[in-house]
Structure formats: C-alpha cells, structure tokens
C-alpha cells in the first residue's frame, strides 16, 4: 500500500480562458511536491474479517534536467514520510531520503528508472511508481483530445513474479488555473489486473487483483506538473498454496498531490 502512496492527486479551480492546442513539453526545474493518501478497506481470512484505515503524508521533490533533445533527467527525492493507522505500520524511517532517478520523455514517457541500492524492500515497492510520478501525455494538447495506452508486462511485487495489463483512457477537459497558473486538465481513467505467484517472507502464495482508478492531473501551459487526484478502487485475493486458505482484501484510496511553495 506504500507504493499505491505515489498515485498522483490535486485541486480542481475554477475555470480560464480556453486553451489552443500546444506542444507543451516538460521543462527543466525543480519543485516541492505535498502527496496525501487514505485508505481505507476490509479483509477477510479463514479467521473472520476485519476493517482498516491507513492514512499516509508525503514531501517530495521532483527535479527535471534537460539531457538531449528528446531526454530529461528526473531526479525523485522523498522528502519526508509518515504512515498512520489504527494497526501496526512498518517502519519508513529508512525511505527518508530516498533518491529515484529516472530518464523520461519530454512528455513524461519513462525510458528507464534507477532505484538507490538498498536491501530494503520496502525501497523496491516504492521506485515503480515513483518512477511515473510524473503523469505521461500526448503531445498536441487541447480541451477534447482524447487517447489510450495499454501497457502488458511482467512485474515483481513483495516477491512475487506478476503477469499485469494497464489500461488508461484520457481526456483533455476543459482548461483550469491552479495558484493562479492556467493549466490543461487532463482526465485519466485506469483499469489494472495482475496475477501470479511467490514466495513472500518464504511462503508460496498466488494473487489475483483488479482495480479502476479516476483522477485528473494538471500541466500547465509552460510545461510544470501542478498535481492531481486518484480515487483507486482495488480488488485482491491471495491463496497460502501450503494451507489452501484464501484472504480477500477490498480497499479505496483518495491521493491529493499539490505543489508546495
């Protein structure tokens, strides 16, 4: 659930002047980044079931460099983290300072991603998804562009090998000013399934899960991320293979992420 935290989430203000299409890229520059994530959710195990909550407060900074004409540098840092909830959380001390370097397009596309080299793994289920904290786009953005992505892989998670498809649908909606900025609203509607198998702290287990994600993220007309929002509904099962026993788990989680001065 940590790595569900770099979901991207912000504001929605009130309307501009209409945008015409622009080639807007990327530019080059550092900002500070505030990521706030609640989940909340119930789980069920041959033992009976049991609901959670688990909230989830991030600082980062996102720094972009100009590599090539078509390469940027984006350096991730994590500022800060802190994990609250009514169960025990893991200790994230170890996160802090964290640095996630990866090489993108100029329109957010990830052509490869370096994580520090660390034994932790809760370190391994951060840098995937702070590898796409910044949100990829079509070039040529204007209010009624629309597209698809589809993306089918294999993946590790918590020691498990996962077969998964990602299916995201986007619009450009109408323009908006975040801080007083104009900015492209872009709508982004997700659907993920994974399945596979592992052996996690030294149990094989398999999983199954699906979840539908619907959020916005914002890009202003000079090329800076202004944030976003993510509402992730997620669907999981997973099967001790030793004990034939199933636990079922269903979780919702709303991600803020805003600008900071």
Known sequence: MIARALLLSAALLPLARPIVAQSVEYAAGTTRYRVSTTTKGSQTTPLGSSDFELGIQQQITLSLARQAKDTLLATVTLDSINVSGAVAMPDVSALRGAQFVSLVSPTGRV???????????????????????????????????????????????????????????????????????????????????????????????????????????????????????????????????????????????????????
């Open 111 to 261: 052509y490869s991603t370096r994580a520090p080299t660390n034994a932790n793994p809760l370190i391994a289920q951060l840098a995937e998804g702070v590898a796409r904290f910044l949100p990829a786009y079509r070039p040529g953005l204007k209010p009624g562009a629309t597209w698809s992505d589809t993306t089918v892989g294999r993946v590790t998670q918590q020691g498990m090998d996962l077969d998964r498809t990602i299916v995201s649908n986007y619009t450009v909606e109408q323009d908006t000013t975040i801080g007083g900025v104009k900015a492209f609203k872009v709508a982004r509607v997700t659907s993920v399934k994974a399945a596979g198998s592992g052996t996690p702290q030294g149990t094989p287990v398999s999983m199954e899960s699906s979840s539908t994600s619907n959020g916005a993220f914002f890009l202003s007309e000079a090329g800076v991320f202004l944030g976003a929002t993510s509402n992730d509904d997620v669907d999981l099962k997973l099967k001790i293979l030793a004990q034939g026993a199933e636990i079922s788990m269903k979780q919702n989680a709303q991600t803020r992420v805003e600008p900071m001065p």
